[in-house]
């Protein structure tokens, strides 16, 4: 593992543990080189993901790039970081899970739409303004008018 400070291939695991329920090892390490401490996770991969955009362009699957679209979205809110990376997990497994090496962004999106619906009802709008494309406030009311029309059933 490279150190982040110095780019040392030089470090020392120095704790390991089990975390998000046993899904991944949080890693606490010391670069031998400039002393540094720093923290890494590891993950099992079941396959490699390729995500698909709506153009057709072809990307592999960025687990950190969706953390930081459901981080934005539930900024200043009151939710706690470990049911966030929860949801997160949740997501890449069951986007593993579907088989298919090639994912759609739109089945990514739903993904984030349905789980960020459960955990916090104002960050699910932010998400959605900014993945359904909202232009005007209208579009906000005709959302939130969809999800009045849910939470009624």
């Not at 490279?2 to 120095?14: A, H, L, M, N």
């Not at 401490?37 to 790039?65: C, H, M, S, W, Y």
């Amino acid at each position: 593992m490279r150190c982040p400070f110095c780019g040392s291939e030089e470090t020392q695991v120095k704790d390991s543990r089990s975390a998000e329920d046993g899904a991944s090892v949080r890693r606490r390490r010391e670069c031998s080189a400039c002393g540094g401490r720093f923290t890494t996770f590891e993950r099992v991969q079941l396959r490699e993901l390729i995500v698909v955009k709506n153009t057709g362009k072809k990307a592999p699957f960025d687990r950190d790039k969706l953390a930081r679209s459901i981080i934005i979205a539930t900024r200043k809110r009151n939710v706690d970081p470990d049911r966030i990376e929860q949801m997160i997990s949740g997501i890449v497994r069951r986007l593993e899970a579907m088989g298919e090496s090639e994912i759609p962004t739109v089945t990514v999106g739903e993904l984030v739409m349905e789980g960020l619906a459960h955990l916090d009802d104002v960050a699910y709008v932010r998400y959605a303004s900014v993945y359904k494309d909202f232009r005007e406030a209208k579009d906000f009311e005709q959302f939130l008018g969809k999800m009045d029309d849910v939470d009624d059933e």
